[in-house]
């Protein structure tokens, strides 16, 4: 095992699979041409291409969620959030046209429209600006790219996009046991 990222065709085996960031379309690639499923979130779909690499038994999927009935338009302040309501469109335009063109999904609002069955959308509002200011939440670990951007963008406060972008690829293009810790990259 070298330093440098091999194309993904010549991988192996599960744990050299693993030293790598790959995009999920690329796990996809590697599943169709290993003859397993490509469905699944990139987690699921990396354990599931390293088990056939390694020749071992598919983990067990996943269970899924039944498809829950959504929110459709006119919704109001009074519109109760269903269990299993998805930070839809309707929901987006919704909230955009109450607190302003500042709105968005962060991940305080993800988790109140997730666990909010029987609250209003006014309560939601409410919600909105009570979280204003607060700490972001933590981003989940199948959001490598998202969590290295929040880190560079702290360690670099002046930096460029481009910037950034070139310090994702640099730390993208490395295996696990070589990369710094997130937000690092080249300095200016």
């Avoid at 991940?107 to 109140?112: L, S």
């Avoid at 997730?114 to 979280?131: D, F, K, P, S, Y």
């Amino acid at each position: 095992m070298d330093g440098s990222r091999p194309a993904l065709t010549s991988v192996r085996s599960g744990a050299e699979l693993r030293r790598w960031y790959w995009l999920r379309t690329e796990l996809q690639d590697l599943a169709a041409a290993l003859g397993v499923s490509r469905s699944g979130g990139k987690e699921e779909l990396l354990s599931r291409v390293a088990a056939a690499l390694d020749g071992e038994p598919a983990p067990a999927p996943a269970p899924r969620r039944a498809a829950a009935r959504q929110l459709t338009t006119p919704v109001s302040p009074q519109t109760v959030i269903p269990a299993g309501q998805r930070c839809s469109q309707v929901l987006r335009h919704f909230f955009t046209e109450q607190v302003g063109p500042g709105f968005r999904f962060d991940e305080h609002m993800r988790d109140f429209v997730a666990h909010g069955e029987g609250r209003t959308l006014a309560e939601a509002v409410e919600h909105w600006h009570r979280t204003r200011g607060l700490p972001p939440g933590h981003i989940g670990e199948q959001f490598e790219y998202n969590r290295f951007t929040r880190a560079w963008f702290a360690a670099h406060p002046g930096g460029t996009r481009e910037e950034c972008q070139e310090a994702w690829w640099a730390h993208r293009s490395l295996p696990l046991e070589q990369r710094r810790p997130e937000g690092w990259g080249p300095t200016r």
